[in-house]
C-alpha cells in the first residue's frame, strides 16, 4: 500500500463533520473494507472519534469521477496507544437513506478477490 497521507476533515454548517476520504486501489478498498457490518463500513486510519459520533463520509472510489456521499456512525475505535499491529484510526458503518447501493458498490470491486493478509479490521 502506498505512503499514507492525511485524511482531511472540514466541519459542516449544522455542527456535524464532514471526512473526504479517498481509496487509491482495490487492494487499499479490501483492507479498510467492514462486510461484517450490518449495511457495511470503512475503516478510517488515523481519525480520533468516539462511539457513536455522526461523520459524513465523502468517498472517492479509485479512478472514479464522482464522490459518494453517505452518512456514517462511528462504532469501532482503534486508540493510538492499541497493543495490536492495528493502526489507530475509526470503523463507520454506513447509515442514512443511501448506504445500499455504496456496499453495492464497494462489494462489486471486492468481488473475487480473496487474501489470507490481515486488513485493518478483523
Given at each position: 500500500m502506498a505512503e499514507e497521507t492525511p485524511i482531511p476533515i472540514k466541519p459542516l454548517a449544522q455542527g456535524?463533520?464532514?471526512l473526504s476520504v479517498k481509496i487509491m486501489d482495490k487492494g487499499m478498498l479490501y483492507n479498510l473494507y467492514m462486510s461484517f457490518l450490518k449495511n457495511g463500513g470503512l475503516f478510517v486510519?488515523?481519525?480520533n472519534y468516539q462511539f457513536g459520533d455522526e461523520i459524513t463520509l465523502k468517498l472517492k472510489l479509485?479512478?472514479?469521477s464522482d464522490f459518494l456521499v453517505i452518512k456514517t456512525s462511528v462504532v469501532w475505535v482503534t486508540p493510538m496507544q492499541s497493543q495490536n499491529s492495528h493502526k489507530p484510526g475509526v470503523g463507520l458503518h454506513f447509515v442514512g437513506e443511501n448506504w445500499e447501493p455504496v456496499r453495492t458498490k464497494i462489494e462489486t470491486y471486492l468481488a473475487g478477490m480473496k487474501s489470507d493478509a490481515q486488513t485493518q479490521t478483523l
Open positions: 456535524g463533520r464532514l486510519p488515523g481519525r479509485m479512478d472514479e
